[in-house]
T-cell receptor, first 116, second 116 residues
Framework: AQTVTQSQPEMSVQEAETVTLSCTYD???????LFWYKQPPSRQMILVIR??????QNATENRFSVNFQKAAKSFSLKISDSQLGDTAMYFC?????????????FGKGTRLSVIA | DTGVSQDPRHKITKRGQNVTFRCDPI?????LYWYRQTLGQGPEFLTY????????KSRLLSDRFSAERPKGSFSTLEIQRTEQGDSAMYLC??????????????FGQGTRLTVV
C-alpha cells in the first residue's frame, strides 16, 4: 500500500517570503501522479499543483512549484512571494494510475500560516 | 455549475441514531469519492463510484456504512447506529478521468458529523 508522509505539522512564513513544504511517499509503482491540495479554513479543498511521475520536468503554477525527486520519492512544494491568502492546510497526495486511476492517498497535512 | 455540494453542512446526532448525507457532484463528472477527515489528519478514502457502480470500498467502511449513487448523479452515504468514533468531516469529491492530465478531484465543503 502507498503511504504519504508530511513531516512538518506546522510552518509559518513572512508575507512575500518563500517557503518549502516537504512530502515523501512510499510506493513500488513506477507510474503515478502526485498532487498538492490546499484546504483554507472552513473552505473546500482545492488543487494547487500536480505532477506526472514519468515527467522529469518539475511542475509550476504561477507562484507554486515542486521539486520532484523520483529516486528519493520526494515531492516538495515551494511557495514564492507568500500571500496572506496562502494560509491553509496543505496536503500532499498520491494516485496510482495502474489499471485506472485509484483514489487519492493523502498525507496528514502541513498547516501553513503566512504572517503579515 | 456551482461545484460539488454537500448537505447538510453540519449534523449533530445521538449515539445509536442513523444519519444520511448527500453529495451532488459536478454534473459531467462520472467519478464520485467519499473521504473521512478527522481533526489533524488528512482525508482517508472510504469508497468511490464510477457512474452508478461502486468500484471500491475501504476497510474503514464498516458494515454500518453504506453508500449509493443510484442514477450515476448524486450520492448518499448512510451511517447506521452511529458511534462517537464516527465523529468526523465527511468529504465528497468528483472527477472526470481521461482528460490527458492527472485526474483533478473537486471537493465539496464537507459534512461535519458530531455524535454525542
Amino acid at each position: 500500500a502507498q503511504t504519504v508522509t508530511q513531516s512538518q505539522p506546522e510552518m509559518s512564513v513572512q508575507e512575500a517570503e518563500t517557503v518549502t513544504l516537504s512530502c515523501t511517499y512510499d510506493t513500488s509503482e513506477s507510474n503515478y501522479y502526485l498532487f498538492w491540495y490546499k484546504q483554507p479554513p472552513s473552505r473546500q479543498m482545492i488543487l494547487v499543483i500536480r505532477q506526472e511521475a514519468y515527467k522529469q520536468q518539475n511542475a509550476t503554477e504561477n507562484r507554486f512549484s515542486v521539486n520532484f525527486q523520483k529516486a528519493a520519492k520526494s515531492f516538495s512544494l515551494k511557495i514564492s512571494d507568500s500571500q496572506l491568502g496562502d494560509t491553509a492546510m496543505y496536503f500532499c497526495a498520491f494516485m496510482n494510475i495502474l489499471a485506472g486511476n485509484t483514489p487519492l492517498v493523502f498525507g496528514k497535512g502541513t498547516r501553513l500560516s503566512v504572517i503579515a | 455549475d456551482t461545484g460539488v455540494s454537500q448537505d447538510p453542512r453540519h449534523k449533530i446526532t445521538k449515539r445509536g441514531q442513523n444519519v444520511t448525507f448527500r453529495c451532488d457532484p459536478i454534473s459531467e463528472h462520472n467519478r464520485l469519492y467519499w473521504y473521512r477527515q478527522t481533526l489533524g489528519q488528512g482525508p482517508e478514502f472510504l469508497t468511490y463510484f464510477q457512474n452508478e457502480a461502486q468500484l471500491e470500498k475501504s476497510r474503514l467502511l464498516s458494515d454500518r456504512f453504506s453508500a449509493e449513487r443510484p442514477k450515476g448523479s448524486f450520492s448518499t452515504l448512510e451511517i447506521q447506529r452511529t458511534e462517537q468514533g464516527d465523529s468526523a468531516m465527511y468529504l465528497c469529491a468528483s472527477s472526470l478521468p481521461g482528460t490527458g492530465k492527472p485526474e483533478e478531484a473537486f471537493f465539496g465543503q464537507g459534512t461535519r458529523l458530531t455524535v454525542v
